[in-house]
């Protein structure tokens, strides 16, 4: 019994492989409405009486700083809101007037406009960006020595790539590691190829679209998230100097001057030094009094009348935004100005200032 069935089954199965396949019918793709169309896909797209969907709104704690700034460059694009805005005729005008001055000044001018949200990170623009662009023009320029440097303003774009090679570089080292930190994260530039980053420099970073890029470019694009040109000239265009600051930071200019006279003198002598004979050993007593000598001493005389314009312009301007009446209106915010001043001079006093005797 269990066998005849066996070989039933058996001749069932041969009889079907044997019949010619059946063809699958198509499965149509159309839907008949909006409504099939919405629960094909998964209620993604929006229909009459269905709900849209909730907005995603960025988290507002467990961000670091620097995350908060990538979130709002991200949303920014995101919107098309481009960093370059067209600038009209007068607006381009100023801009290149301020990028036409020395490296300093723009990053002063630009200190002045964004204070209030660029403050806190006014250190490593002084100590790291001012000091890598220094270095970056003095390398296109073939200058080995301080003193001989003549401070630009603006570096071509090759120039720019090797600034940005130097800067990354920098933080980079673990000697570095203070300015790498979370403090100063939204001065840290963003690791890209040197492709990129030229197309960077080419298309975003180059304002005036004159093949270079000058420290106040340099700085718009790096605090983009809360500047931009069009702004910055809205805001700088309302400053001028006013003249107790002006006073001060000509007597810090001319402290510079006494401090290159003194460096040129300094490193002469420090070759005449390495020479044989009486020569070399004239050298070596001359450099050895060199900081007895009427250069140091002018150096020392042009550092108390700097200390005392500054500290005339702190009493009048120190940590203030702006003054008042018309007056304000005509200075606005100098706070940037001062404190670079301050800065400038306490760095002069640590380098060349008269040590007090222990």
């Given at each position: 019994?269990?066998?005849?069935?066996?070989?039933?089954?058996?001749?069932?199965?041969?009889?079907?492989?044997?019949?010619?396949?059946?063809?699958?019918?198509?499965t149509k793709t159309k839907v008949s409405s909006g409504l099939s169309r919405t629960k094909l896909l998964g209620n993604i797209k929006k229909t009459k009486g269905t709900k849209s969907l909730k907005k995603v709104a960025a988290p507002k704690e467990g961000l670091t700083r620097s995350q908060k700034l990538e979130f709002k460059r991200a949303r920014a694009e995101a919107k098309g809101q481009s960093f370059v805005e067209k600038l009209d005729e007068d607006g381009l005008k100023f801009f290149n007037e301020v990028a036409s001055q020395k490296f300093s000044d723009q990053a002063i001018a630009f200190l002045n406009a964004y204070w209030g949200e660029v403050g806190s990170q006014a250190e490593f623009i002084y100590s790291v960006s001012w000091d890598i662009f220094k270095y970056a023009d003095m390398h296109a320029k073939g200058c080995n020595y301080v003193h001989k440097y003549k401070e630009g303003q603006a570096l071509e774009f090759d120039i720019g790539l090797y600034f940005y090679e130097r800067l990354c570089k920098f933080l980079g080292e673990s000697k570095n590691s203070k300015w790498a930190?979370?403090?100063?994260?939204?001065?840290?530039?963003?690791?890209?190829?040197a492709i990129v980053r030229k197309k960077e420099l080419r298309d975003k970073v180059d304002v005036n679209f004159d093949g270079h890029v000058s420290m106040?470019?340099?700085?718009?694009?790096?605090?983009?998230?809360?500047a931009n040109p069009a702004d910055f000239v809205t805001r700088a265009m309302s400053h001028d100097e006013h003249p107790e600051i002006k006073k001060a930071r000509l007597a810090l200019e001319e402290v510079n001057k006494r401090v290159r006279a003194y460096e040129a003198e300094k490193q002469r002598l420090t070759d005449e030094s390495k020479k044989g004979g009486v020569k070399g050993l004239k050298g070596k007593n001359e450099l050895a009094q060199l900081n007895s000598s009427p250069l140091w001493e002018s150096?020392?005389?042009?550092?108390?009348?700097?200390?005392?314009?500054v500290r005339i312009a702190n009493r009048k301007y120190g940590g203030k935004s702006k003054g008042s009446g018309s007056e304000s209106r005509a200075i606005g915010n100098s706070e940037g100005s001062m404190w670079w001043l301050n800065r400038d001079l306490a760095e002069k006093k640590k380098k060349y200032g008269r040590k007090s005797k222990k």
């Open positions: 019994m269990a066998d005849s069935k066996s070989l039933a089954d058996r001749k069932k199965l041969f009889e079907a492989l044997q019949s010619p396949a059946k063809k699958m019918k198509k930190g979370e403090e100063y994260a939204p001065s840290q530039p963003k690791l890209m190829t106040i470019e340099y700085l718009l694009y790096q605090y983009r998230s809360f150096i020392q005389k042009a550092l108390i009348t700097a200390e005392a314009a």
